[in-house]
C-alpha cells in the first residue's frame, strides 16, 4: 500500500535551517513526492518536486531557502535562513497510477 | 498565469444536495488531471478523487467513491464536486488542484482558494 509518513511536529529558531522528512512505505522508494505548504489559514501552495534522484523542481516564486533531496525511501525538504512567514504545516503529496496520497502533515514553529 | 477559481462557502442541512464547482483558466483544461481535496477543521489534507476532462476518466478514493461524485464540463473549463444528501460530517474545506504534467496523473502545481462547505441542522 501507498503511503507517505512525516512526524507531526518540528521547531526551528529564526535565521536557521530545518528539514522535514517525508518517507515512502516498503517498495515504493522508487517514488517522487511533491511538497506543499499551508500558511495559517490559507490554502496549500506547491513548493517543489522531488525525485528519487534527489534533483527537484520549484514552484513559480518558491525562495532560493527551500531546497529539496533524497535518500532511499526518505524524501527531504529543507528550508533555510528560516522566517517568520515560513511557520506553517508542510505536506508531502505521491501518487500511483490510480491514487493520490497525502502525509499527514508536520506543523513547523519558527521560534 | 494558471488560476483555479472555486465558487463560495455553502451552508446546507443533513440530506441536502450540492455541488461546488472549480473553474480552470491560463491552461489547457482538457489536457491536465484536476482533483479535489478535504480538509476537516483542524485536520490534514485528504485525497476525494481526480477527474480527466479531456475523455472523463475519474479515480476515486476508496474512502470516498460512492459519496461523492466528481465531474467537469470542458466547455466551460469548470470541474465539480456534489453530494446527493450532506452530512454534518460532510463539514470541511474542499479544495482543488491541477496536476503539473498534461496528461499525467502526478503531482499537484495550483490550487483553488478552496471552498467552505458547513453543514448543520
Known amino acids: 500500500q501507498l503511503v507517505v509518513t512525516q512526524s507531526p511536529s518540528a521547531s526551528a529558531s529564526l535565521g536557521a535551517s530545518v528539514k522535514f522528512t517525508c518517507t515512502l512505505s516498503?517498495?515504493?522508494?522508487?517514488?517522487?513526492i511533491a511538497w506543499h505548504q499551508q500558511q495559517p489559514e490559507k490554502g496549500p501552495r506547491f513548493l517543489m518536486k522531488?525525485?528519487?534522484?534527489?534533483?527537484?523542481n520549484k514552484g513559480d516564486g518558491i525562495p532560493d531557502r527551500f531546497s529539496g533531496s533524497s535518500s532511499g525511501a526518505e524524501r527531504y525538504l529543507t528550508i533555510s535562513s528560516l522566517q517568520s512567514e515560513d511557520e506553517a504545516d508542510y505536506y508531502c503529496?505521491?501518487?500511483?497510477?490510480?491514487?493520490?496520497?497525502f502525509g499527514g502533515g508536520t506543523k513547523l514553529t519558527v521560534l | 498565469e494558471v488560476q483555479l477559481v472555486q465558487s463560495g462557502a455553502e451552508v446546507k442541512k443533513p440530506g441536502e444536495s450540492l455541488k461546488i464547482s472549480c473553474k480552470g483558466s491560463g491552461y489547457s483544461f482538457a489536457t491536465y488531471w484536476i482533483g479535489w481535496v478535504r480538509q476537516m477543521p483542524g485536520k490534514g489534507l485528504e485525497w476525494i478523487g481526480i477527474f480527466y476532462p479531456g475523455d472523463s476518466d475519474i479515480r476515486y478514493s476508496p474512502s470516498f467513491e460512492g459519496q461523492v461524485t466528481i465531474s467537469a464540463d470542458k466547455s466551460i473549463s469548470t470541474a465539480y464536486l456534489q453530494w446527493s444528501s450532506l452530512k454534518a460530517s460532510d463539514t470541511a474545506m474542499y479544495y482543488c488542484?491541477?496536476?503539473?504534467?498534461?496528461?499525467?496523473?502526478?503531482?499537484?502545481?495550483?490550487w483553488g482558494q478552496g471552498t467552505l462547505v458547513t453543514v448543520s441542522s
Open positions: 522531488v525525485n528519487k534522484d534527489g534533483s527537484h
Open positions: 516498503s517498495g515504493h522508494s522508487n517514488y517522487a
Open positions: 503529496q505521491t501518487w500511483g497510477t490510480s491514487i493520490q496520497v
Open positions: 488542484a491541477r496536476c503539473s504534467s498534461v496528461g499525467a496523473l502526478n503531482n499537484f502545481d495550483s
